[in-house]
């Protein structure tokens, strides 16, 4: 069996998923719960279930869930820090 290669996220691609993560920071700084749901959606829809790790996906998918519930407990806090610390990462990537 051969590995098949897939495209790398283009920077295009990582600048507006960053730009994301500044949105669902703002909305965490703002207590816009509904707004970070938005934001969390969309993050979402970047997660590549088909051509990643499972294991890797579903975890990225539980800490987008795990900030949601954060920010339904009003920890704001705690979700932004937990999103700040993944923008980060895309950052340094």
Request: aromatic share 12%; with cysteine.
């Amino acid at each position: 069996m051969t590995m098949q290669s897939y495209p790398e996220p283009t920077q295009n691609d990582v600048d507006l998923l960053v730009q994301v993560f500044d949105a669902t920071l703002i909305a965490c700084d703002e207590h816009d719960y509904e707004e970070l749901l938005r934001c969390l959606q969309l993050l979402r829809a970047f997660i590549d279930f088909e051509h990643s790790s499972p294991t890797m996906a579903w975890g990225v998918y539980q800490i987008y869930r795990h900030c949601e519930a954060l920010a339904l407990e009003d920890d704001f806090d705690g979700a932004a820090q937990i999103l700040e610390y993944l923008q980060r990462l895309w950052i340094e990537a």
